[in-house]
């Protein structure tokens, strides 16, 4: 603040002491009123970088003045050469420089010319991470090329930068062309500044590369209106015009469409069905003679979610009923479609909420409920298109060729059938026959079971074309084409060779269908209770008259590689939204901005990363007879190989995905990403229970504050028919807490990158059964027991990850976000600072087992590091470094094993302990960035590179053997990586 506004507050501060010294209320002898108060300018930011042909955002707060404090007018004093401000702030900065010179941006009080201030600038010549524009790249895992690729882009901005969507705009980083865009803020910092924003618009991928280079910006006028999308919200139905086709969505009875039209007759209005209106049904579930579908009963909720000008998406949910009104599954469903292109997207989700919020009386009664499943023959979506008596044409995706379907007669049809070939092996020692369940004892293992896993040799999976044609072959990607005078349909189901069984079938008369679960797979389909599965549909619709395999590939392409929006690592970095992190190049090869001590164990840390990244990218795909790699199947896709049946689905243990999506905002590197989300598709369908079963507690009690009602959520199970075969994901408690196993914060992320709203559905089931537990078990003032100085420091440290992943995700949309998180964090710090005989000096963390391992502050100094800008609470770094004095001062001997040859920063497992184990001592490293940022002692750089110096020996010898690394072993050695590293940037 400049000397002038200094005096002004003085003044101000000298006229206070007089007013109260006047009487009541301050009023001067003989009446009157008082003065008003000096006016006060205040500009923020107050110090910037800035590239040189760029523009950045100021602004500024007139305080005093009385009811007219008046605004501001901006100047850059030195001239045109120091750039220019227009009326609103914006600053441009000149185009070019010499050297790195530092201007002055100045705000004057339009009432009051001697009241201002000043904003330091300095002038760069090349990119300022962290700040506008922002460039990015529009990629896929495979590179394909198009011409228009819808995307929705999350990007992080840093505090301070930037608050109105309504300025923002999308450019081409080449020539610097606006692109028609939408914006959608979904987080934000405390400031009111922006956290995240969602960037919808349709990408040009068509270089050799198949990369589209653009930049987020400011100077824009928000959302884009040059796209013809739009969404009209009727009292029965929703109508959604994209500019090439309209289609309609009932409200009262769903069947997914109730008409599609097109241009078929070419007179350039979109207004010819190409649906067989008479003949809709949607998505039918069958079971013998009776069809459940969802046109029985009247949505329980439909709602535009996005409404354009670029991307809209209808919110479906249901029940899928039969004609005597039984219900046999529940459904979520989202419609997607985009601003000039002939696509729709469905997004489908069914669910078995049979029995939710009906409590068990007994261990044995909740058991019963978890073995509960609903059962189906068949799933099907049916889409019955007009070829106006027409014979239609077909082709298919294969693996080596495209299959060819000439004109069929309307009793004949073609299928692509996707089935399984293996065998089952009852000897496979790495799967054995699961437990069965013991009425009365609540051990909830499950009902007996037939048969234990099969072989994985994903080259038994075959596909048949039947019908007219007969053919074999492997891995068919999964798309089927119809056609017939004026009118091409195409569909593609994500993951068609994955997630067998599956079908495409076609018909002479003119139906489409998708079989969820075929009619021709050999069993029945099992749903347990609670249990999701989801599945992602894609309909280009266009006038032609001919197949068109590139077409085919094209909108296959675009449904099962989606492109990705790739900011720099450096930006990511400078954002905060990964918390504190060190970055490297996509190939993990780049140490130059290291220390150059840490650079040769950084870069040896990095070799490993590669090294270990292909055995979880690649082998998971290597079938095996050994049934170690669970990849392939309904239930099983997104999977990943384990040690022992005990360690559950292992590509959530130890949150893999929160691994990957941390490695890829510190490199980039897209392979990351995918698995990432490969791995939260699985934990929303597999590992979480969706429906609040069993022995749960009634957290609706009056008077928490950090409760107001809801359903619980936790790990659950599922089958898979065709194995037989059950996995209990967790349910060991029958409903009791999880807190020791809760995952899900990587949802968050995942959410915020890509837009998809299912991963914050979930998460917001998390978040609910955060809520319901911290009820149960920490609020002794509301009927529970307060647990907080005798919880083990795992469930802590998962409820401050939830609770601040949710309130960055949706806090601005769920004002119990901020509450929870508090309240954790509150129990947090009171378990931090209450002295305890185990930890007299109450600034670490005792563990009440009397077993304290390394690896719970490793998670908790994870969470807290998180949280630090989650949360933005600064002084939690200040808890952190206390939290790291700690660990390596004299309490050290008590709770860690030394090793032989002590070695700072570095500990064994437990106490008594002879070997350092790298896993914890990573996650621990993220306390050591901590600890280094706020006291800025070496000492902790040198805790950090002794960390990496164990890391090689640890993974290729000493541990598990280098070789033998699967998804588990992964997260544990490498999740904590990017936050140690930060303690070794230059």
Request: proline residues 5%.
């Amino acid at each position: 603040m400049k000397p002038s506004n200094v005096a002004t507050l003085l003044l101000i501060l000298g006229c206070a002491v007089a007013l109260a010294s006047c009487g009541a209320g301050g009023v001067p002898p003989g009446g009157g009123n008082p003065a008003p108060a000096p006016i006060v300018v205040s500009v923020s930011p107050v110090s910037v970088y800035v590239q040189v042909g760029t523009q950045r955002q100021f602004t500024a707060t007139v305080q005093g003045g009385g009811s007219n404090p008046g605004g501001v007018n901006w100047s850059v004093p030195g001239g045109p050469t120091a750039g220019t401000i227009n009326s609103t702030g914006l600053y441009s900065a000149p185009a070019t420089v010499t050297g790195t010179p530092t201007i002055t941006v100045r705000a004057t009080s339009q009432n009051d010319p001697t009241s201002f201030d000043e904003a330091s600038v300095t002038i760069v010549s090349g990119p300022v991470y962290g700040q506008l524009p922002v460039q990015f790249e529009v990629r896929t895992r495979g590179n394909w090329q198009a011409n228009l690729a819808p995307v929705t882009v999350g990007i992080p901005l840093p505090k301070t930068v930037h608050s109105d969507a309504n300025q923002l705009r999308i450019q081409q980083q080449l020539g610097g062309a606006n692109v028609p865009a939408q914006f959608n803020v979904v987080s934000r910092w405390d400031d009111g500044s922006i956290r995240w924003v969602q960037a919808d618009f349709v990408a040009d991928l068509s270089a050799p590369t198949g990369i589209g280079d653009y930049q987020l910006n400011n100077g824009g006028t928000g959302s884009a209106t040059g796209g013809n999308l739009s969404v009209v919200n009727g009292a029965i139905d929703i109508t959604v015009n994209t500019g090439l086709l309209n289609f309609r969505v009932s409200k009262t009875a769903f069947r997914l469409f109730e008409s599609i039209e097109i241009d078929r007759d070419n007179d350039t209005i979109v207004d010819d069905e190409c649906l067989d209106t008479s003949a809709l049904k949607g998505i039918a579930v069958i079971e013998g003679a009776n069809e459940f579908v969802m046109s029985q009963s009247t949505p329980t909720r439909v709602a535009v979610e996005q409404s354009g000008p670029i991307r809209a998406t209808i919110l479906i949910e249901g029940e899928h009923r039969d004609a005597l009104n039984a219900v046999k599954l529940d459904f979520i469903c989202r419609i997607t479609a985009w601003a000039n292109l002939p696509y729709i997207k469905v997004q489908y989700s069914f669910k078995n909420m049979q029995g939710d919020g009906t409590p068990a009386a007994s261990a044995s009664a909740a058991a019963a409920q978890l073995a509960a499943y609903a059962t189906a023959d068949a799933m099907n979506v049916d889409l019955p298109f007009e070829f106006n008596a027409t014979n239609p044409a077909a082709m298919f995706g294969g693996s080596s060729n495209d299959p060819t379907v000439g004109a069929m007669t309307a009793a004949e049809y073609a299928e692509l059938l996707q089935t399984y070939g293996g065998t089952h092996d009852a000897t496979d020692a790495n799967n054995p026959q699961p437990a069965g369940y013991s009425p009365g004892t609540g051990d909830g293992s499950s009902d007996p079971l037939l048969d234990t896993w099969a072989t994985q040799d994903d080259t038994q999976i075959t596909f048949a074309c039947s019908g007219k044609i007969t053919n074999t072959g492997n891995h068919a990607s999964g798309w089927a084409q119809l056609v017939g005078s004026d009118l091409r349909v195409t569909a593609v189901l994500r993951d068609f060779w994955q997630m067998y069984p599956k079908s495409l079938r076609v018909q002479g008369d003119g139906l489409l269908r998708v079989g969820l679960w075929p009619d021709a797979a050999a069993n029945q389909l099992q749903v347990f209770a609670g249990s999701m599965r989801t599945h992602e549909l894609l309909y280009s619709i266009d006038r032609s008259g001919s197949l068109s395999a590139a077409v085919g590939l094209s909108r296959h392409n675009f449904l099962n590689d989606p492109p990705l929006g790739v900011c720099n690592p450096r930006h990511y970095k400078a954002s905060q939204v990964f918390g504190e992190i060190g970055v490297t190049n996509e190939t993990m090869t780049d140490v130059a901005a290291y220390t150059s001590t840490s650079q040769p164990f950084v870069s040896s840390y990095l070799a490993e990363i590669v090294t270990h990244m292909g055995d979880i990218l690649v082998d998971r795909f290597d079938g095996n007879g050994t049934a170690t790699g669970h990849e392939y199947g309904f239930w099983h896709f997104g999977d990943g190989k384990t040690f022992t049946p005990a360690h559950g689905w292992e590509n959530c243990n130890w949150e893999i995905a929160r691994a990957c999506l941390s490695w890829f905002a510190a490199s980039g590197n897209i392979n990351m990403f995918r698995f990432a989300d490969e791995s939260v598709r699985h934990f929303r369908d597999v590992v979480v229970m969706h429906s609040d079963i069993g022995m749960r507690f009634d957290y609706t009690e009056s008077g928490n504050p950090a409760v107001s009602g809801g359903k619980a959520s936790q790990l659950g199970k599922t089958r898979y028919a065709p194995n037989n075969k059950q996995h209990d994901l967790g349910n060991y408690h029958l409903g009791e807490h999880h807190l020791d196993v809760f995952k899900g914060a990587f949802l968050a992320e995942h959410y915020l990158l890509t837009g998809d709203a299912l991963s914050l559905d979930i998460l917001k089931e998390c978040f609910t059964y955060l809520r319901g537990t911290w009820k149960r078990f920490f609020d002794a003032g509301n009927g529970g027991v307060d647990s907080t100085m005798t919880a083990p420091t795992m469930w802590l440290s998962n409820a401050l990850y939830i609770a601040s992943a949710y309130l960055v995700a949706n806090g601005l949309n769920d004002p119990a976000a901020s509450t929870v998180a508090s309240y954790v964090w509150n129990a947090v710090r009171l378990r931090q600072t209450t002295t305890s005989p185990r930890d007299p000096n109450g600034n670490g963390f005792d563990d009440s087992s009397g077993n304290f391992e390394a690896y719970k502050i490793g998670h908790l100094a994870e969470a807290m590091e998180y949280a630090t800008y989650a949360l933005e609470i600064p002084n939690i770094q200040v808890f952190m470094l206390d939290m790291m004095n700690w660990l390596l001062g004299t309490n050290a001997q008590v709770y860690l094993g030394n090793l032989p040859t002590p070695q700072f920063g570095k500990f064994a497992l437990a106490p008594g302990g002879t070997t350092d184990y790298g896993a914890p001592n990573l996650m621990i490293g993220a306390g050591y960035g901590a600890a280094y940022r706020q006291s800025g002692q070496v000492n902790w750089r040198t805790a950090a590179q002794n960390l990496l110096s164990a890391q090689d020996p640890n993974i290729e010898a000493t541990t598990i053997g280098d070789d033998g690394i699967r998804h588990a072993p992964f997260a544990q050695f490498f999740r904590g990586g990017p936050m140690l590293l930060a303690a070794l940037m230059n």
